[in-house]
């Protein structure tokens, strides 16, 4: 390496900046205390009885939606008239009271820890995005048990503190990124009588060091998505990992719950990205002492940290793999007669593992509903105007009841995504796909962030709504997705539900199989417990995914929501290791959070 070169290397990795994150300390002032993502952002009803989504953060913003209101009293039978006003917050009576004891403040305060027993910032930090966590804040009760305290360490030897300090009094620890979780991952266990610290991770964010020589970059594990991707940008860099939560989900969080990025396909899902990862537990700190690309030394205990779901120990600083940006990013989608000839294309594409960045197939609902939430002014292009429809129709002899829509993203070089698309399209033709443009590609993307929003406007108008996902071979995915739909249909059909929407898309592609992810949601009216209803149906969609051979979760976790068919599907022994790590990492159960396994592990 000559002189200039190996300047440049020591150069770029003593960065060490304090990230400024695009969501404060203060979450809530710019994030809602009881939905999901940023205040200005919202669907709701205008006064002409039209639906709108509010904010310029994304390109649907301020546009009535005629065609999506007109859907959703079609389809879910939702009258607009009769809005079920959600709370506007709880009073301090209805949250449970802070159980820490004066002295551990004294210690926090002599220490300089940053901490505090505010009941709304106690609040905000108990709870995930389930339908439950989301309801009860709107609707129902406040959660029985929350976290007592709240502190936000501001680096690894802070966390290192306070691991020993709960140790010491018999505290137990919560670790909080983002609060996206949809698994009650960081909700509170009712039952715990112990003082409950949330350790909230979000002061934690710097990005510590950028190795452009070998492509590497260190962040502190606190760092929102958006802010970590932002600060790559800003270097000519990009990590890549882009679940549909990155706007809000942290780097810490990511590598807890193995998440999932849309680009897994070209840049790998977290596992893949993670070169190390420090993990503070309370017998000492987890990680490697070297950061090469591999190493071949013994089973990798170093693992452990993936997935582990905050029961271990607090991860502080994540190192991953950067690329450089990419020249181009191109938008494509292809439209199929039915469903099954886009799985067969999916299957094809994955065979010759040509696939581009990201590559995603509707079903048919899903696909009428992503057209349905277009504005009046952006009919151009779509695939409803009259155009383009009779062309399916009277041309191509497609159904407009069972099309689906492949959309798909290329990055990377000019030339290379051009070759790249053709040789996408060809496969697509030959399992009668129809190339239908960048802009229904462009949007169905879009679509991802918006469509989160969704669930908090049907819960204003009687409609429960939540998404589940799985994994499963190829040869079974088309099987999986009729059972979960058939199976959904006659619980609601015996429940007497009458409206609901049932749906699914193939999200990711592997060798040797997909991860499906389905929405389900219905109109409660005439029920009492929507919640519970809803939680029994899912229940059942659940038992139906893992009979029909998939997985109990592909990225959203285990959490405390899916802990039983955990127990169930992990051998004996598997369950015996966990537990042999769990007693030998935290002898004191002071990372109680109930995830993973719900029986005590004395039982194993
Ligand atoms: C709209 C929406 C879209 C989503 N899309 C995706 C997707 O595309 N792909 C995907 O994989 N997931 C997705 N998720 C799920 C969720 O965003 C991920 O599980 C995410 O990784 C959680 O990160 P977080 O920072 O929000 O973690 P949190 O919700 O704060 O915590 C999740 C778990 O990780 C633990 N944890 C958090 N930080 C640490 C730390 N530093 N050390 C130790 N433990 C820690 C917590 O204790 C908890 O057990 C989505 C969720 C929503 C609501």
């Given at each position: 390496?000559?002189?200039?070169?190996?300047?440049?290397?020591?150069?770029?990795?003593?960065?060490?900046?304090?990230?400024?994150?695009?969501?404060?300390?203060?979450?809530?002032?710019?994030?809602?205390?009881?939905?999901?993502?940023?205040?200005?952002s919202?669907?709701?009803?205008?006064?002409?009885?039209?639906?709108?989504f509010?904010?310029?953060?994304?390109?649907?913003?301020?546009?009535?939606?005629?065609?999506?209101?007109?859907?959703?009293?079609?389809?879910?039978?939702?009258?607009?008239?009769?809005?079920?006003?959600?709370?506007?917050?709880?009073?301090?009576?209805?949250?449970?009271l802070?159980?820490v004891?004066?002295?551990?403040?004294?210690?926090?305060?002599?220490?300089?820890?940053?901490?505090?027993?505010?009941?709304?910032?106690?609040?905000?930090?108990?709870?995930?995005?389930?339908?439950?966590?989301?309801y009860?804040l709107?609707?129902?009760?406040?959660?029985?048990?929350?976290?007592?305290?709240?502190?936000?360490?501001?680096?690894?030897n802070?966390?290192?503190?306070?691991?020993?300090?709960?140790?010491?009094?018999?505290?137990?620890?919560?670790?909080?990124?983002?609060?996206?979780?949809?698994?009650?991952?960081?909700?509170?266990?009712?039952?715990?009588?112990?003082?409950?610290?949330?350790?909230?991770?979000?002061?934690?964010?710097?990005?510590?060091?950028l190795?452009?020589?070998?492509?590497?970059?260190?962040?502190?594990?606190?760092?929102?998505?958006?802010?970590?991707?932002?600060?790559?940008n800003?270097?000519?860099?990009?990590?890549?990992?882009?679940?549909?939560?990155?706007?809000?989900?942290?780097?810490?969080?990511?590598?807890?719950?193995?998440?999932?990025?849309?680009?897994?396909?070209?840049?790998?899902?977290?596992?893949?990205?993670?070169?190390?990862?420090?993990?503070?537990?309370?017998?000492?700190?987890v990680?490697?002492?070297?950061?090469?690309?591999?190493?071949?030394?013994?089973?990798?205990?170093?693992?452990?940290?993936?997935?582990?779901?905050?029961?271990?120990?607090?991860?502080t600083?994540?190192?991953?793999?950067?690329?450089?940006?990419p020249?181009?990013?191109?938008?494509?989608?292809?439209?199929?007669?039915?469903?099954?000839?886009?799985?067969?294309?999916?299957?094809?594409?994955?065979?010759?593992?040509?696939?581009?960045?990201?590559?995603r197939?509707?079903?048919?609902?899903?696909?009428?509903?992503?057209q349905?939430?277009?504005?009046?002014?952006?009919?151009?292009?779509?695939?409803?105007?009259?155009?383009?429809?009779?062309?399916?129709?009277?041309?191509?002899?497609?159904?407009?009841?069972?099309?689906?829509?492949?959309?798909?993203?290329?990055?990377g070089?000019?030339?290379?995504?051009?070759?790249?698309?053709?040789?996408?399209?060809?496969?697509?033709?030959?399992?009668?796909?129809i190339?239908?443009?960048?802009?229904?590609?462009?949007?169905?993307?879009?679509?991802?962030?918006?469509?989160?929003?969704?669930?908090d406007?049907?819960?204003?108008?009687?409609?429960?709504?939540?998404?589940?996902?799985?994994?499963?071979?190829?040869?079974?995915?088309?099987?999986?997705?009729?059972?979960?739909?058939?199976?959904?249909?006659?619980?609601?059909?015996?429940?007497?539900?009458?409206?609901?929407l049932?749906s699914?898309?193939?999200?990711?592609?592997?060798?040797?199989?997909?991860?499906?992810?389905?929405?389900?949601?219905?109109?409660?009216?005439?029920?009492?417990?929507?919640?519970?209803?809803?939680h029994?149906?899912?229940?059942?969609?659940?038992?139906?995914?893992?009979?029909?051979?998939?997985?109990?979760?592909?990225?959203?976790?285990?959490?405390?929501?899916?802990?039983?068919?955990?127990?169930?599907?992990?051998?004996?022994?598997?369950?015996?290791?966990?537990?042999?790590?769990?007693?030998?990492?935290?002898?004191?159960?002071?990372?109680?959070?109930?995830?993973?396994?719900?029986?005590?592990?004395?039982?194993i």
């Open positions: 390496m000559d002189e200039k070169e190996s300047n440049k290397t020591l150069k770029s990795s003593l960065v060490d900046t304090k990230v400024k994150s695009v969501i404060p300390k203060n979450r809530s002032e710019v994030l809602k205390w009881n939905g999901w993502g940023y205040r200005d919202k669907f709701k009803v205008t006064d002409q009885g039209m639906i709108r509010t904010g310029n953060r994304y390109s649907i913003g301020e546009t009535d939606l005629p065609f999506f209101t007109q859907w959703v009293q079609q389809v879910l039978n939702i009258d607009l008239t009769l809005r079920n006003v959600p709370r506007e917050k709880f009073s301090s009576r209805e949250i449970p802070s159980r004891s004066t002295n551990f403040l004294k210690i926090l305060k002599e220490m300089k820890i940053d901490h505090t027993t505010d009941d709304h910032a106690r609040l905000l930090r108990s709870h995930g995005q389930t339908l439950y966590d989301i009860s709107r609707y129902g009760k406040c959660f029985p048990r929350i976290c007592d305290l709240v502190v936000w360490p501001a680096n690894h802070d966390v290192i503190s306070i691991v020993e300090l709960v140790n010491v009094h018999n505290i137990v620890i919560v670790p909080f990124g983002g609060g996206t979780n949809v698994s009650g991952a960081v909700s509170c266990p009712v039952n715990e009588n112990r003082c409950i610290v949330s350790v909230d991770t979000s002061q934690m964010n710097r990005l510590l060091w190795d452009e020589s070998n492509l590497l970059v260190c962040f502190e594990a606190g760092v929102i998505g958006q802010d970590l991707e932002r600060e790559l800003k270097r000519g860099y990009t990590c890549g990992h882009e679940p549909d939560s990155y706007e809000f989900s942290s780097l810490g969080g990511w590598v807890a719950t193995r998440a999932s990025g849309m680009k897994k396909n070209v840049y790998g899902n977290i596992e893949d990205l993670v070169i190390d990862a420090k993990m503070v537990t309370c017998k000492g700190v990680e490697k002492n070297s950061k090469v690309p591999r190493m071949s030394s013994g089973p990798e205990f170093q693992q452990i940290v993936l997935g582990s779901e905050g029961t271990l120990g607090i991860i600083e994540v190192t991953l793999k950067i690329r450089p940006l020249d181009c990013r191109v938008y494509d989608s292809v439209v199929f007669p039915d469903f099954e000839s886009g799985v067969k294309c999916m299957r094809e594409v994955a065979r010759q593992r040509c696939q581009p960045v990201s590559i197939l509707m079903d048919n609902t899903q696909f009428r509903f992503g349905a939430l277009r504005s009046v002014e952006n009919t151009f292009g779509n695939l409803f105007d009259t155009f383009k429809k009779t062309y399916l129709t009277h041309v191509c002899g497609f159904r407009l009841e069972s099309i689906c829509v492949m959309t798909l993203l290329f990055e070089k000019r030339s290379k995504v051009v070759t790249h698309r053709n040789c996408i399209a060809k496969i697509a033709m030959s399992f009668g796909g190339t239908a443009g960048e802009r229904n590609g462009e949007r169905g993307y879009m679509l991802t962030f918006v469509i989160a929003y969704i669930r406007l049907a819960l204003e108008y009687r409609v429960v709504a939540e998404s589940f996902e799985t994994s499963v071979s190829w040869d079974k995915t088309l099987s999986l997705c009729d059972n979960v739909k058939k199976t959904v249909a006659n619980e609601c059909n015996k429940l007497n539900i009458k409206y609901y049932i699914c898309r193939v999200t990711q592609t592997y060798d040797s199989g997909c991860c499906v992810y389905f929405y389900f949601g219905f109109n409660w009216t005439g029920l009492d417990d929507p919640v519970s209803t809803y029994h149906i899912e229940t059942i969609a659940r038992d139906s995914i893992m009979a029909s051979g998939g997985s109990i979760s592909h990225h959203h976790g285990v959490g405390k929501l899916r802990t039983h068919w955990y127990e169930k599907h992990m051998s004996k022994t598997v369950l015996s290791l966990y537990s042999a790590s769990k007693k030998m990492l935290d002898p004191n159960n002071v990372f109680a959070n109930g995830n993973l396994i719900s029986f005590p592990l004395s039982k």
